[in-house]
Nanobody, 129 residues
Framework: QLQVVESGGGSVQSGGFLRLSCAASGLTYNTYCMGWFRQAQGKEREGVAD???????TYADSVKGRFTISQDNAKNTLYLQMNSLRPADTAVYYC???????????????????????WGQGTQVTVSS
């Protein structure tokens, strides 16, 4: 069973940085997608960035140039480096994972959160002005 657990959230001032980590277990598929989503209070969950087994990445426009998604295959760990943080980035951040079947799955999956079947418990990121 594919499971993911996030860590690394916290509170920073605007312009600061944080790195989130997501440890995956049961990731036995040759093709898969792992990603980060976030949900601010009173808003819908939105895709932030994701990456597939070929290391192809997709980013939401709001984080391009500031956030970087990466993975360490040896450790089965996903990362999200978040730089130049803004108060608008304040949210609970979730790690998600899903077996994929087509090369476009991951790109499409960032816009359809329900495509991902395995979710972490979330980690709070708070950015103060």
């Amino acid at each position: 069973q594919l499971q993911v657990v996030e860590s690394g959230g916290g509170s920073v001032q605007s312009g600061g940085f944080l790195r989130l980590s997501c440890a995956a277990s049961g990731l036995t598929y040759n093709t898969y997608c792992m990603g980060w989503f976030r949900q601010a209070q009173g808003k819908e969950r939105e895709g932030v960035a994701d990456i597939d087994n070929a290391a192809d990445t997709t980013y939401a426009d709001s984080v391009k140039g500031r956030f970087t998604i990466s993975q360490d295959n040896a450790k089965n760990t996903l990362y999200l480096q978040m730089n130049s943080l803004r108060p608008a980035d304040t949210a609970v951040y979730y790690c998600a994972a899903q077996r994929s079947y087509y090369s476009t799955d991951c790109q499409v999956g960032l816009t359809v959160a329900t495509w991902f079947s395995s979710w972490g418990q979330g980690t709070q990121v708070t950015v103060s002005s």
